[in-house]
């Protein structure tokens, strides 16, 4: 393939990773610093583009050259989001979501395909209580966020009331966009498990705080069960006019997931792989979004719909997970 070829492939490719209001011409303008004459003698293969330029493109896009020039090794080019970050702060981290979901949003088809093996993040965010407990847990006992050291967990001194409210946008961006979303019956055994270690280590300051923990754990069962059934979003006391896209909510009793989101924006595939607890790796690798959409396929053809339909099935599935968490009252 001439140079020209591939330099006009790589701007079409670039182009299907830029959500369609963006102007690639206005982007590249501004990120090279050149004229708009200059970018579309670039675009058209008129004018090289330089190693200098080559890699400022492919850093400030997280592009992979080897795919790009259809390299057939195995090598798969992520981006790590806050890999450099040395906060602690799960404030951070929580906006940093909340700025991925409203890029996602930003392309005019965004549909999300997730393999859960815990409970989606923003789901802890539909009621105060659990989004409390859960943004307290991550803080003090798997960043070693410094304040809380030597803390209990009560409600009333640590309602985190800013990451709930960011929560509760990420909620709102998450129900912008249609999903299918598979489950398995192990999907909140890791919430269930953090709040015992918390009641046997002590690590409640009453058994009240523990118990408004347990309640909104229920609560945010009962509330994804009515999703289910309706077959879409919402937040908590919506009425119909409020509802918004489409939920396809599977179970599958056998797999257990990988917490990996898989998101189909315009033509471009985006895969997201989780490291360190919940942090995430995306790449949007052509060949690893083929592979990933085609074994959740695969899983999905193996499981349980019981959204909108399979009555009895969802409300096996749900009383299962109900009963599961009421053990841990007291």
Known sequence: ???????????????????????????????????????????????????????????????????????NHETVLFHAPGLNSTSTDFLDYIKGGLGQLKYFNSFKKCEMSYLCKDIPLWHFYLFPEMAAFKTFFWSKTINNHPPL?????????????????????????????????????????????????????GLFKSQKDCDLVIDSFVCMLDHLQLQAEKGCKFIPGASDVAYRQKQQFYVNELILGSNT?????????????????????????????????ENFNTLLSRSTLI????????????????????????
């Open 1 to 71: 393939m001439e140079t020209h070829e591939l330099q006009q492939q790589f701007f079409a490719h670039l182009r299907q990773n830029l959500p369609s209001h963006l102007s690639l011409v206005d982007e590249l303008g501004e990120l090279l610093d050149i004229s708009p004459d200059s970018v579309y003698r670039r675009l058209r293969g008129e004018k090289p583009v330089t190693l200098s330029e080559l890699k400022k493109i492919c850093d400030h896009y997280h592009l992979s050259m080897d795919q790009l020039l259809h390299l």
């Open 261 to 293: 989101i898989l998101l189909q924006l315009d033509e471009k595939k985006v895969s997201l792989v989780t490291y360190s607890i919940f942090n995430y790796l995306v790449t949007t690798d052509d060949r690893f979004g083929h592979k990933s959409f």
């Open 149 to 201: 050291k030597d803390k209990l967990f009560s409600f009333a001194e640590f309602p985190f009331t800013d990451v709930f409210a960011i929560g509760q946008l990420m909620l709102e961006e998450y129900n912008r966009m249609p999903s299918i979303e598979l489950w398995n019956l192990e999907s909140i055994h890791s919430t269930i498990n953090q709040i015992s270690y918390y009641q046997e280590a």
């Open 307 to 330: 959204s909108g339909t399979g009555e009895k099935d969802r409300n096996r599935f749900f009383n299962s997970l109900r009963n599961r968490v009421l053990v841990l009252r007291k």
